[in-house]
């Protein structure tokens, strides 16, 4: 198992190339199971999550393909139930039901466990699938669906804490094959649910209104073989821009979408330091005099809920008291405890993160229990004294594609450790 050293104290500056995005890249992986025909897909991240994914998608049937950023999927023939040992490594295994029930009309997958970040329900996702005629039963772990034919109809998918990305995510895919028109009222309307809609577009799906809160899919008999460039990571770029504010003289993020990073970018705005867009870059320039924030997570466009360890983290040495209200994953704040052992100064309230800023944080062995958290880690070890030490890399790994060396190119002095 790796971990990171961070020294801190180093500025940065300079241009970082910001990934495909993950979140964008696992379901349009799992959306080519809905055809027989070759789909190619480009810029997927190097992450472990997309290995994870692609797995999955070699033991139901699919033949893989993968030449650096670029993966061909073809599955002509396939299963319809997912391996335990890997569906378990991942949560995100969930959004091969879709498009299984959806071209075999039966999906078998592990029912996904608890999580670090707190409760992560399937009701929603079950919801979905039974509104389009699909029966569902839990069983040894599993979550079996079966359906005779599918059939579009109307549907809300809110919960109690908003919209579902992967709910979504899966009841679109499925929707796509069903008879009829489906239409999903409190829909998420994520980018990353965009980009899945547009690729599902150019295999001969008919969806509409991704983006908003209500999508119309018009059932089509079959898909074809389509190829798509993955959208730019918006929660990397964002985590980077946080970098550059705490750490940077300049820093640019090159290959973005500014737009999927409006929030963000008004709340470091707002913080102090100047932000700057063009077409596709984002530039950031440090301030010796940041303001504390108010800032609460809230469902795209508003503030994600991926990028509230790493502002956390920012406000953490920010003279103020700053406040933050996750209300997506109300306990997502694993990263807490592990940032006042660097000497932060915060304190929960119930879903409410109470910061009061320090002048220096020193660096301390740390245990990374989330990806987001893992990476907010690394961004206090930036800016700490001495050396930081983020054990549990692997959480890293499932979602920035080399931060070590993107941050090194940067300036930041960061060794990986094979332990
Ligand atoms: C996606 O997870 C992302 N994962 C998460 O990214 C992200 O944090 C989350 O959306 C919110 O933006 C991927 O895209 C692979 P949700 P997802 O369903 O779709 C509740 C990261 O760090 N809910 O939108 O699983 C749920 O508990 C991560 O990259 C139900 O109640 O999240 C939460 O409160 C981790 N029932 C809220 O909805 C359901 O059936 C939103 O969750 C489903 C969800």
């Given at each position: 198992?790796?971990?990171?050293?961070?020294?801190?104290?180093?500025?940065?500056?300079?241009?970082?190339?910001?990934?495909?995005?993950?979140?964008?890249?696992?379901?349009?992986?799992?959306?080519?199971?809905?055809?027989?025909?070759?789909?190619?897909?480009?810029?997927?991240?190097?992450?472990?999550?997309?290995?994870?994914?692609?797995?999955?998608?070699?033991?139901?049937?699919?033949?893989?393909?993968?030449?650096?950023?670029?993966?061909?999927?073809?599955?002509?023939?396939?299963?319809?139930?997912?391996?335990?040992?890997?569906?378990?490594?991942?949560?995100?295994?969930?959004?091969?039901?879709?498009?299984?029930l959806?071209?075999?009309?039966?999906?078998?997958?592990?029912?996904?466990?608890?999580?670090?970040?707190?409760?992560?329900?399937?009701?929603?996702?079950i919801r979905g699938f039974e509104a389009l005629g699909a029966?569902?039963?839990?069983?040894?772990?599993?979550?079996?669906?079966?359906a005779?034919t599918l059939r579009g109809s109307e549907m809300n998918l809110?919960?109690?804490?908003?919209?579902?990305?992967?709910?979504?995510?899966?009841v679109m895919?499925a929707a796509t094959l069903a008879k009829g028109v489906t239409v999903i009222e409190g829909?998420?309307?994520?980018?990353?649910?965009?980009?899945?809609?547009?690729?599902?577009?150019?295999?001969?799906?008919?969806?509409?209104?991704?983006?908003?809160?209500r999508i119309t899919i018009e059932g089509?008999?079959?898909?074809?073989?389509?190829?798509?460039?993955?959208?730019?990571?918006?929660?990397?770029?964002?985590?980077?821009?946080?970098?550059?504010?705490?750490?940077?003289?300049?820093?640019?993020?090159?290959?973005?979408?500014?737009?999927?990073?409006?929030?963000?970018?008004?709340?470091?705005?707002?913080?102090?330091?100047?932000?700057?867009?063009?077409?596709?870059?984002?530039?950031?320039?440090?301030?010796?005099?940041?303001?504390?924030?108010?800032?609460?997570?809230?469902?795209?466009?508003?503030?994600?809920?991926?990028?509230?360890?790493?502002?956390?983290?920012?406000?953490?040495?920010?003279?103020?008291?700053?406040?933050?209200?996750?209300?997506?994953?109300?306990?997502?704040?694993?990263?807490?405890?592990?940032?006042?052992?660097?000497?932060?100064?915060?304190?929960?309230?119930?879903?409410?993160?109470?910061?009061?800023?320090?002048?220096?944080?020193?660096?301390?062995?740390?245990?990374?229990?989330?990806?987001?958290?893992?990476?907010?880690?690394?961004?206090?070890?930036?800016?700490?004294?001495?050396?930081?030490?983020?054990?549990?890399?692997?959480?890293?790994?499932?979602?920035?594609?080399?931060?070590?060396?993107?941050?090194?190119?940067?300036?930041?002095?960061?060794?990986?450790?094979?332990?």
């Open positions: 198992m790796d971990k990171i050293l961070v020294h801190g104290g180093h500025k940065l500056s300079g241009n970082v190339r910001i990934s495909g995005s993950k979140n964008s890249a696992l379901p349009i992986l799992a959306a080519t199971l809905l055809t027989k025909e070759p789909c190619v897909i480009s810029n997927v991240p190097d992450l472990s999550d997309i290995h994870f994914m692609l797995q999955i998608l070699s033991h139901l049937g699919a033949s893989v393909e993968r030449a650096s950023g670029t993966v061909r999927v073809e599955a002509v023939k396939i299963k319809s139930e997912a391996p335990y040992d890997i569906v378990r490594k991942m949560r995100a295994s969930v959004c091969v039901l879709g498009p299984l959806g071209r075999k009309k039966k999906a078998i997958v592990s029912l996904p466990g608890g999580c670090v970040i707190g409760d992560r329900p399937i009701d929603l996702h029966t569902s039963v839990i069983e040894h772990g599993n979550v079996k669906l079966s005779r809110r919960g109690k804490n908003g919209p579902t990305v992967l709910g979504t995510d899966n895919m829909a998420a309307a994520e980018p990353e649910v965009v980009d899945l809609a547009n690729f599902l577009n150019k295999m001969g799906a008919k969806i509409e209104g991704a983006g908003t809160r089509v008999k079959e898909l074809h073989g389509a190829e798509h460039s993955v959208i730019p990571d918006r929660i990397e770029a964002g985590t980077y821009l946080v970098a550059g504010a705490m750490m940077g003289t300049e820093v640019k993020l090159q290959r973005v979408k500014p737009e999927h990073l409006a929030s963000v970018i008004t709340h470091v705005r707002e913080s102090g330091y100047e932000v700057e867009t063009a077409a596709s870059s984002v530039t950031v320039r440090g301030n010796g005099n940041p303001k504390p924030l108010r800032l609460t997570t809230e469902p795209y466009p508003g503030f994600p809920t991926d990028m509230q360890a790493q502002m956390c983290a920012l406000l953490c040495r920010t003279i103020g008291i700053s406040v933050i209200s996750e209300t997506i994953f109300p306990q997502r704040y694993m990263h807490v405890s592990e940032l006042k052992r660097m000497g932060a100064d915060i304190s929960l309230d119930g879903h409410t993160a109470i910061i009061k800023g320090v002048k220096k944080l020193s660096g301390a062995p740390v245990m990374a229990s989330d990806l987001r958290a893992s990476a907010a880690l690394v961004l206090a070890g930036l800016q700490a004294d001495g050396v930081t030490e983020v054990n549990r890399v692997y959480h890293i790994d499932r979602g920035y594609e080399s931060i070590d060396e993107k941050l090194n190119a940067l300036g930041a002095r960061i060794e990986r450790v094979k332990v």
